[in-house]
Every structure is written in C-alpha cells, then in structure tokens.
C-alpha cells in the first residue's frame, strides 16, 4: 500500500525536475541503509514501531522515484525524427496505430500513419524515419470527458503525430527484443492458422481474443454484448485462462503427483514453463503477466514446500508489476483483475455458506454463482466508477459462458497445437467455431432480456472511495468478525448515501447550458432539472452515437442522461416547459441566445437593439461583427465546434478589434455556465 501510494502521488501531485529527482534516488539509498541498520540493531519490540515508520516511508519514496526515472520531454528541434515501433501495428478503420520510441530518446509518441498496404505490413522492431514534428497530446476540452492526455501520459507518451503516406520512410535496420519478436510472431502464425482451418468471422474473433488476447478484430457490436452480459472478462486473456491451461496440464501430469521429492520438482517446473510459454503465445500481454506472475509465486511456494498464502502471491506480483510499469496503477484492467482475485478468496466461501443444497448438480452450480457474486461484488465499483453501467444479468451469463468458454480454452489449444494433424485439426476447429457460436448466441440472448444492463449510474471520488473503504471493512469483518469494523462500514454506507441523495436532490433545481467542443459539429445541451434538450447538426441527429465519446459522461453526471430530446438546432420553432426557440432567438432560464449560420441575415443599423447574453457562430459562414452589432447588443460570443480553424482566427481577430468579448470552443474547451 505505502509503495502504491508514491506511485498515485507522484502521477496525481507530483512533477519533479532533473536535479529534483537526483536528490530524491540520495534519499532513497540513504533511508534504506537506515532501515536496514535499524532492523538489525534495534532489537527491542518497544522501537519497533520506528522500523514500520521508516519502511513505508521508504517504499512511498521509492514509488515516487519509479514513476520519475522516465524523460517524455521532448527536447530536440530536429526537422527528422527516427523511431523504432515498439509492439504490432494495429489496424483502425482509417488508419494505422503505432507506438514509436524516438531515437533521440525522448520517450515514446503515439503515431496514426496512413492507413495502406505499406503502413500495415509494418512489424515489431521495425524502424521508420519521418518529418512531421510530434505535438503535445490535447487534454479533454468537455466536461468529464475521458483524459486521453492523461491516460497516455502514464504510459509515459505525450506526444502524438499523423503520418501521411509520403511524410515517412522504412529504414533497412531493425532493433527488437528476440523474446518479444518470437512472441508477435509465433502469435501472428496461429492466427493464420485458425483461419487455415476454418475458423472466420465473429468465431474468429472472440477465438483470437480468447486464446491469444488478440481484440484488434473484434466487432464493436459483438464487444458491448458480452459487456452487457457481463462476460467481457472472457475474452480478456487473464487469470481465468492461466488458471484453465495450468489445471489442463496439472491433470495431464498427475502421475507425477505422490511420488519422489524429484518428480513433483519435474511436475512443477513444468507446469511453470507451460503457463509461461502460454505468456508468450499471447503477446505477453499485461493481462496475462499479471496472472503467470501470480500463479508462478504459487508454483515456487509449493517447490519450495511453503503453504504459500495467496493474497501474498498476489500482492507479490502486484509489486512486481507496479515496479515494472507504475502506470499499472491506473490501468482499469489491473484494478480488475487483482480486485476480481481478492474478492473470489474473501467473499466467495462466505456467500457460498449461505446456502445449504443437498443435490450435487445444484450445489455446483450455487457454488459457481457465489464465484461470480464474489468478483462481482469486488469490482462492482470500478465498473460503475469508471464506465457507469452495471449488467444485472451477469450470475445468468457466467453459469452458461464459464463452462463454455473453459472447454473453448481447453479446445482452442489442443487445435494449435495439433495443427499439423490433417482431418483431426479440421475436426477440433469445427467444434470449437461451434461453441464459440453458441457463447456469442447466448449474450445476444441475454443483451436482449429487459434491463439487462443499468445504465447512468455515477458515483463520484468520494462516494468511489466510500465503497472502496466499506469493501475493505468488509472483507475484515468477515475474517476478524469484530463489531467495530462492522460499525465503519455503515458509517462509510451512509456516508455515501447522504451523498447520493445530497446529488439527486441539487438536480431537481439544476439549470445549465452547454455548447460541447466537437470537432467540424455542434452540440448545445439545455439543462433544466432531470431533463435535457439537445440542439444538434443534422450528422449528430442522424446517429447520437457520435456523442458519447464527448457528451455522455457529463449527461451521466448531469443524471439526465435517459431523459432528454434531441433536435435540429436549424428547427424553426420549439418550446416546451423550460425553453422557447424561435427561428434563430432562444429564450432559457432567463437569458437569450443568438444562433447565427449561413442563413442568418441582418438589416441596417437599428435605433434599437435588441439584448442577447450570448451569441453562438456556428457553420462555415462568414460573420460581419461589426453589422453583427448594428442589429444586436451582445454580451458574449462563443464560436462552435462546428467553424473552421481560418475561420474562427477571422472571427476571433474582429471581435477583439471591437472590443467584443468571446469564447471558442475549439481552443478554450466547452463553455458551460450555470443560470
């Protein structure tokens, strides 16, 4: 805990300079020579207390300085820039996605090349030379829109470019790691050859995910329904399928079990090959390190003859990991999957000794219930934290799709591995294309049953951290059944309660409006209590999907995500409870809004002219600020999404001649203002 806490305040708070971070390595050696001398010196208990202080100090520090031994400035004012891809290119519906580590070691760039027979024939290790200058990745401009600026930053990239097909050449060289080369492209190989044996469409995706973690192919229709059957962990390379391939081979090699101290040796050193040759297969992939590390610190302790505790396995590996890359701290897939493991070996025998059934098939089946009610319960907060949904039907999905997928694992490795074995390879890959058919049968199935997926639910930092903490006192409650953790959990129950209902209460008399930053669109979103009127262009109205990515955290907020109308903001007339649009003239929550567009006219300069608090440009016309203000006394101008750059520098540069207050959303972010 103390290590992950360095790691959170140096990515959250911390910002530390060169010679900063010399000083802070000094006091890392310094103060773990001291611990060091501490615990071997001091031997009475009553100073024990001073040893405790010291370590976790030492590993908060040590959090701090492996997050700061990285440089992703970039320095150099080069008109040529050489990078070495760092894993397989991966194919985008226009373009090519690239990972590039410059030569001049500067840290890593995002790169989007053109999307071509050339950019895609690219491979792991390949090094490219090109032109374009890299540009700081843009953070979000919409109110709890996702920070993809900070979310490559922790992965140690701040720079992004787009290559154009004749901005960039493949130099002859090639610098790879052989580990991680032999990996893409053993990988690479049995993806051919699944489809060599038949296995193609949606089958061949899940199976590429499934057994070798490879989702570049996967549908985005296919995707949301295993999210909203609650099975997207299935094609997740991660623990589950770790745990499957070591139970497979554990039995294969059972007569090597009871025998000589040398042969349960031979057995477990096998088994740690397996597991880590199965890595390899699937990229080594975070995913799957994280479970191979795991399971190997289980494998050594019974090597070693040691009972080995697994939530100290677990966090083992959770340190490795963090150690390896800190960013792994934030990565939702980490949180997890070790979050997922906690919860199974705390709460999943508690949940399961609720139930006495006598029937053998029945007990198995509640016993497989209270596996998943267990991870389930653990992660539920990550899910309605960071993606604010929560699938109702997930105990439906897992009783049928954890069999299933088992034997999909368990017969997806058996057809790579006998591949060569003409008739009887066709015959595997026959059976699992079928499985796999029927899995994705079965959550279309359940996508389809009613509510099967809550939407809009949100939860803020405080109310994240409330479960968080009575997750925790939870699970303590169950092993050291004391009433005072018991009581702590309440208190952080109702804590969050309070909170909930302090929100739902301030949004029945919220009233808001907000013009989105939206690339070449507009978006003007009116907020009246749990409602929401939505003016729009016509390719948003057309498909509304267009705005989740900048929009639908903020409605989620907002908690009128479900409730809301969505509108042409060239209608002619609207009204309703809380506004009043006619032509271009909005009326709502007391002020008055101007739309101009292409079809916007004004008169001659008027003795009277009428009030607007705010005037929004939108389109690709020309605006006459100074006939603009003949017709109009106007408080501020806010320029769309939807104007070109050289146009709004046009608009921009006039209204500051006029001494005009302005605001464009393109350069500043949304502009929201509460009435």
Request: proline share 3%.
């Amino acid at each position: 805990m103390p290590f992950m806490l360095g790691i959170w305040l140096s990515f959250t708070y911390l910002n530390l300079s060169k010679n900063e971070v010399k000083l802070l390595l000094i006091a890392v050696v310094f103060l773990g020579i001291v611990v060091f001398v501490i615990a071997s010196a001091v031997k009475n208990y009553q100073y024990r207390w001073l040893f405790g202080v010291l370590l976790n100090l030492h590993l908060i520090l040590i959090g701090v300085a492996i997050v700061h031994i990285r440089n992703d400035d970039l320095e150099s004012d080069s008109d040529v820039w050489v990078a070495r891809l760092t894993e397989n290119p991966a194919e985008k519906e226009k373009s090519v996605k690239v990972i590039l580590e410059m030569q001049s070691d500067v840290g890593l760039v995002m790169a989007y090349l053109e999307k071509n027979e050339r950019s895609l024939s690219l491979r792991y290790g390949d090094v490219i030379v090109f032109h374009e200058r890299p540009k700081l990745v843009e953070p979000p401009m919409n109110p709890e829109q996702f920070d993809y600026k900070k979310y490559l930053a922790r992965k140690g990239i701040s720079y992004q470019v787009y290559l154009k097909n004749d901005s960039w050449e493949k130099l002859k060289e090639s610098r790879v790691n052989r580990l991680y080369a032999f990996s893409y492209r053993l990988r690479d190989f049995l993806l051919e050859t699944m489809r060599n044996l038949g296995v193609e469409g949606e089958e061949y995706s899940v199976a590429a995910a499934i057994l070798l973690g490879y989702d570049d192919t996967l549908p985005t229709e296919l995707r949301q329904k295993y999210v909203a059957a609650g099975s997207m962990h299935i094609l997740c390379v991660s623990g589950m399928h770790v745990g499957v391939i070591f139970m497979v081979f554990s039995n294969m090699l059972g007569f090597l079990d009871k025998r000589k101290r040398w042969q349960n040796l031979l057995k477990q050193s096998l088994l740690l090959l397996l597991i880590w040759f199965y890595a390899l297969l699937a990229g080594l992939a975070p995913s799957i390190l994280r479970s191979t590390i795991m399971l190997s610190f289980v494998i050594l302790g019974d090597m070693l003859k040691r009972n080995c505790i697994l939530l100290n396995s677990l966090a083992a590996s959770a340190f490795l990991l963090l150690c390896i890359d800190p960013s792994n701290l934030f990565n939702v897939g980490f949180l997890l999957s070790y979050c997922a493991v906690i919860g199974i070996v705390t709460l999943q025998k508690p949940i399961y000794n609720l139930l006495y059934i006598k029937p053998k098939f029945l007990d198995k089946l509640w016993e497989m219930t209270a596996v998943t009610l267990a991870a389930q319960i653990a992660t539920a907060p990550f899910s309605i934290y960071y993606f604010h949904q929560f699938p109702t039907y997930f105990w439906l999905s897992n009783l049928f799709m954890g069999p299933i997928s088992t034997v999909v694992i368990t017969g997806g490795m058996v057809m790579l591995l006998i591949f060569f074995i003409p008739y009887i390879n066709i015959g595997v890959a026959f059976c699992v294309k079928w499985l796999i058919y029927a899995m994705n049968l079965i959550v279309s199935w359940i996508e389809n049953l009613p509510l099967s997926i809550v939407k809009s639910l949100y939860i803020n930092n405080v109310e994240f951290a409330c479960l968080l903490i009575a997750l925790l006192l939870l699970m303590l409650v169950i092993e050291h059944k004391k009433k005072r953790l018991f009581f702590g959990m309440l208190s952080m129950l109702l804590i969050f309660s309070v909170s909930q209902l302090t929100r739902a209460v301030m949004q029945r008399g919220q009233m808001s409006m907000t013009v989105y930053s939206i690339n070449k669109n507009t978006a003007i979103d009116f907020v009246c209590g749990n409602e929401h009127l939505m003016l729009c262009d016509t390719v948003l109205e057309n498909d509304p999907s267009l705005l989740s990515f900048s929009v639908e955290n903020n409605l989620v907020r907002e908690g009128v995500f479900s409730n809301g109308t969505i509108l042409s903001v060239n209608s002619a007339e609207f009204e309703n409870m809380y506004l009043k649009k006619k032509t271009n003239i909005i009326s709502f929550g007391g002020k008055t809004i101007g739309i101009f567009d292409k079809q916007s006219s004004f008169g001659v300069k008027m003795p009277y002219r009428p009030h607007l608090d705010y005037y929004l440009v939108i389109g690709k016309q020309n605006v006459d600020i100074e006939r603009l203000l003949n017709c109009y006394v106007i408080d501020l101008l806010i320029i769309d999404g939807s104007v070109p750059y050289y146009l709004s520098q046009k608009i921009i540069k006039k209204a500051q001649e006029s001494g005009l207050a302005y605001h464009d959303v393109n350069s500043d972010g949304a502009f929201v203002v509460s009435l």
